[in-house]
Nanobody, 125 residues
Framework: QVQLVESGGGLVQPGGSLRLSCAASESILRFDAMVWFRQAPGKEREFVAAYRRPMRRAYYTDSVKGRFTISREDAKNTVYLQMDALKPEDTAIYFC??????????????????WGQGTQVTVSS
């Protein structure tokens, strides 16, 4: 069973940047879908970004388009989320998740088998 460990969260001022990392305990080549979700206090977990390996295509929720970039480095078994122009509303715990095959309903958290423990991102002045 793959283990996922997120890192890179922290406190940043509005307009700042952070890069989150999600390191897997085994090769990520077998995962067609690697995603980031986030959960703010009192809110449901929401989709942020996904990377579809076979197509080498990224998908984003509208609120982060143009500001966030998802990428993966297979040699390091790691997926990243570069977050720029951060806003207070980006404050949340960020989770990475993986799935062996791509699902057209990729924005729903129910389709992902493996999750990391999360990393806190706080955007505040």
């Amino acid at each position: 069973q793959v283990q996922l460990v997120e890192s890179g969260g922290g406190l940043v001022q509005p307009g700042g940047s952070l890069r989150l990392s999600c390191a897997a305990s085994e090769s990520i080549l077998r995962f067609d879908a690697m995603v980031w979700f986030r959960q703010a206090p009192g809110k449901e977990r929401e989709f942020v970004a996904a990377y579809r390996r076979p197509m080498r295509r990224a998908y984003y929720t509208d609120s982060v388009k143009g500001r966030f970039t998802i990428s993966r480095e297979d040699a390091k078994n790691t997926v990243y989320l570069q977050m720029d122009a951060l806003k207070p509303e980006d404050t949340a715990i960020y989770f990475c998740a993986v799935r062996g095959t791509w699902n057209v309903d990729y924005r729903s958290s129910v389709h992902y088998n493996y999750w990391g423990q999360g990393t806190q991102v706080t955007v505040s002045s």
